[in-house]
């Protein structure tokens, strides 16, 4: 595919190559030599370019995979070799980086698990389910994906995949989306002895059975097992303790916590030796919940693999690689991305807040009636003395006529002058403290800002988002980044015996 071409020579970012000035073909995407199947790792190519994929390309990609998807169970049943991938999150670039022989293992010759949350946050989620899809679609008995709770309706409206949909194509293509992730499978039971979730386990959840028996088919419920695969969290605790089997999970305002009572008495009545889950971003990429003793094989294992989550956390992305009944971490850090204007503005109504304030501040020199400032020397003393004197002119007249009351022309002044200077610092506030007026608005459900918070200034802003709490409600744990480490090595190895108290072995 050609790229736009450049004749002037004067492109800003000359490292940049500029990116496919119209979509793939679709003769390129989908090769007669490979059947109907798309060309994977040209499609990989042409979105690590910035390219694009024609509305009905995408869609005939979306339609072949939902074929494979309904055929698949609630509860996959694979053995290793595999490799585990926790969050993604719209960071495509850093998923090209996990696909890498290296970290995760090439497609072609690799088994692939995901636990979902594939979507939003980041800037690059559709190419993230274009790419996995069309690989999906290659290799259908190699790569799988369990359903995250971000793939549902309403955190995707609630932060940006929707958006993202909008602006790339259109109400048609999100729906579209919506309805072809409510297909995912829910769990997946690994080498016979592990349980792969996205969030964790349930009350109702007594046997992998109940999993089966869920109609998992549409958008996920507020309560009960569905939303608590998608939803719950271990406590975090060292010991997994806690006042009772189960604690309302407020952080998420909705599932549980569950610690290690819960735990071992799910994984002993399956016979199971660990839960593999996902959901909340780790330092290291991993954390390793050993309630039970540290030479002891995890109750709990949590794997994110997302690198420098958000483009400012700084953590380690992680993928878990099972091979020969042994179990492996390997991590892997971020890579550079091109940049996208905050809610996928275009610079245009990026710049509106920058030149509005200019002509604000002109409008405001313009009536201003004062002569302080710098640009004494260029105002014409004997107009501001003229003015000054009219004005009090004004002032005793119109004092004369209604009893002592303000003339209602300097009142009009002073109004206007008012009004300006509002405007002046409102849209000062809006450019110097831009980044977190968007981490405010996007915290905020209706996505308004509180009344009166511009004109507040930097401290309002500064409190008010020290003190909200809507957006932890939907997804806090995935904002809190924990406080050290809880595991220096960059990557450790767990030999699983033969019976079912495995020991670890470190590397």
């Not at 690059?124 to 999906?136: D, P, Q």
């Not at 995912?184 to 792969?196: E, G, T, V, Y």
């Not at 483009?311 to 390997?330: P, S, W």
């Not at 304030?357 to 313009?366: G, S």
Request: some cysteine; overall charge neutral; charged content about 25%.
């Amino acid at each position: 595919m050609d790229i736009l071409k450049d004749p002037t020579n004067d492109r800003q970012v000359k490292t940049l190559k500029p990116p496919p000035h119209r979509p793939l073909s679709k003769n390129l995407m989908f090769p007669d030599k490979l059947k109907n199947k798309p060309d994977w790792k040209l499609l990989k190519d042409h979105l690590q370019k910035e390219g694009r994929v024609a509305k009905e390309e995408l869609f005939k990609l979306v339609a072949d995979c939902n074929k494979l998807l309904k055929n698949e169970g609630n509860v996959l049943y694979l053995q290793d070799p595999l490799t585990v991938v926790g969050d993604i999150h719209g960071q495509f670039y850093d998923l090209l980086k996990l696909l890498e022989p290296k970290v995760g293992g090439n497609p072609e010759t690799t088994k692939y698990l995901f636990l979902g949350d594939f979507v939003d946050r980041g800037s690059y989620s559709i190419e993230v389910v274009i790419l996995l899809y069309a690989i999906k679609i290659n290799y259908p008995n190699t790569v799988y994906f369990l359903r995250g709770n971000h793939e549902c309706r309403q955190l995707t409206a609630f932060f940006n995949f929707k958006d993202e949909c909008l602006y790339k194509y259109d109400q048609e293509t999100y729906e579209m989306l919506m309805d072809s992730f409510d297909l995912f499978p829910l769990a997946c039971i690994i080498n016979s002895k592990f349980i792969a979730i996205h969030g964790g386990i349930s009350p109702d959840l007594k046997s992998i059975e109940d999993i089966k028996k869920l109609d998992r088919y549409h958008e996920p419920p507020r309560s009960g097992l569905f939303c608590d695969l998608l939803w719950s969290d271990p406590v975090d605790h060292d010991q997994g303790n806690m006042d009772g089997q189960w604690k309302s999970n407020e952080v998420r305002g909705c599932s549980w916590f569950f610690g290690i009572e819960a735990s071992m008495k799910f994984l002993q009545r399956n016979s199971l030796i660990s839960i593999i889950r996902a959901h909340e971003a780790q330092l290291d990429g991993y954390k390793m919940h050993r309630w039970n003793g540290g030479q002891d094989f995890p109750v709990v294992i949590t794997i994110f693999s997302a690198p420098n989550y958000c483009d400012v956390y700084n953590n380690r992305g992680a993928v878990i690689k099972f091979e020969n009944n042994t179990l492996n971490i390997q991590q892997f850090q971020y890579t550079p991305h091109p940049y996208l204007l905050p809610n996928f503005m275009d610079i245009f109504t990026w710049s509106i807040p920058f030149v509005a304030e200019k002509i604000t501040e002109m409008l405001y020199n313009l009536i201003q009636a004062g002569d302080q400032g710098d640009d004494e020397d260029d105002v014409n003393q004997e107009d501001i003395a003229q003015f000054k004197q009219l004005t009090n002119q004004n002032k005793q007249f119109n004092k004369q006529q209604s009893g002592g009351s303000s003339g209602k022309g300097t009142e009009k002044l002073k109004s206007k002058l008012k009004f300006v200077a509002t405007m002046m610092k409102l849209q000062k506030t809006l450019r110097e403290e831009s980044e977190s007026v968007m981490k405010l608005k996007g915290a905020c459900p209706d996505k308004r800002l509180p009344k009166g918070i511009l004109s507040a200034g930097k401290t309002a802003i500064s409190d008010a988002l020290a003190d909200f709490n809507v957006a932890k409600t939907a997804d806090i744990v995935n904002e809190k980044m924990p406080a050290q480490a809880q595991i220096p090595q960059q990557s450790i190895s767990i030999k699983k015996p033969s019976n079912n108290t495995p020991q670890p072995k470190k590397k």
